[in-house]
């Protein structure tokens, strides 16, 4: 949500404490809504978990747990996020049902797209772009976050996800559809980079070497992909990611008006 949150207040230029406290609403709905989507997915995967070497010991699948109180604890934390999300504009409330609507069309039969094929990857991915509306709407109602950016994170979102898959080996026996992924969302960046900070495209080789870097550790036995939450044990890679945001930082701060050139429209002439 905050990638979007600070993308927004950079290109309509509007400061912080405009919508601070917007943004700490927003946070506090996203999260409510986030955690009524966890509930569900746990509690809806535990015949599946109960088959995995270390989800098989959580409480859903040990049978700790009674029904009514997972469905109660749902609908309270799905309706507190709702209600949060109205008093901050229309367009947030719909960016965050939309966000409620994926994780039972993700989680819930006959719909459960995470038993697709593909769909799987798309589906779950697509929870990024939904997150930095969200961001985006903290900020402003209107104009609309760009096309492109939206599409660069649900694409980028699908590589994170792609790779997960494949270190888990549940759906895909092979890299290539993480790395179809990996093309579209760098196509779909160079092209908001383009048109909105040219500047930023400078860092492209960074952000190459990121991808490649997450897919090696995808292959990697017991990959820290499986469970993204330990990735901060993959120290150098940690400290990379932090050097590819402090030079996208300030590439948004400096300008290069030499790059302008490549903006022009150039024909070679007969002589």
Not at 134 to 148: A, I
Request: proline content about 6%.
């Amino acid at each position: 949500m905050l990638p979007g949150t600070v993308v927004a207040a950079l290109l309509i230029r509007v400061p912080l404490e405009r919508f601070a406290g917007r943004l700490a609403l927003g946070l506090l709905s996203a999260c409510l809504i986030a955690s009524a989507n966890y509930v569900i997915n746990e509690w809806l995967d535990a015949e599946f978990d109960r088959f995995h070497p270390v989800k098989r010991n959580r409480p859903s699948v040990a049978g700790g747990l009674e029904p009514e109180a997972v469905y109660a604890e749902y609908g309270l934390l799905l309706a507190a996020g709702l209600a949060l999300a109205w008093l901050i504009s229309p367009f947030f409330f719909a960016s965050a049902s939309l966000l409620g609507v994926m994780g039972v069309l993700y989680n819930v039969r006959p719909f459960r797209s995470k038993d697709r094929v593909y769909l799987d990857v798309l589906s779950e991915s697509v929870n990024n772009p939904i997150r930095l509306l969200l961001g985006w709407f903290v900020v402003s109602d209107w104009p609309l976050p760009p096309s492109s950016l939206l599409m660069a994170y649900w694409m980028g979102g699908a590589f994170l996800m792609g790779v997960k898959r494949y270190s888990e080996y549940r759906f895909l026996e092979d890299v290539e559809t993480a790395v179809f992924y990996a093309l579209c969302a760098s196509f779909f960046l160079g092209v908001f980079l383009v048109k909105y900070r040219i500047e930023l495209l400078l860092s492209l080789p960074l952000l190459a070497c990121m991808f490649a870097w997450y897919l090696w550790l995808g292959m990697k036995p017991d990959s820290p992909a499986q469970r993204p939450e330990h990735l901060y044990r993959e120290t150098s890679f940690i400290s990379f990611v932090a050097l590819v945001v402090v030079v996208m930082a300030a590439l948004l701060f400096v300008d290069i008006p030499s790059l302008r050139w490549f903006l022009n429209n150039s024909f070679i002439s007969a002589p």
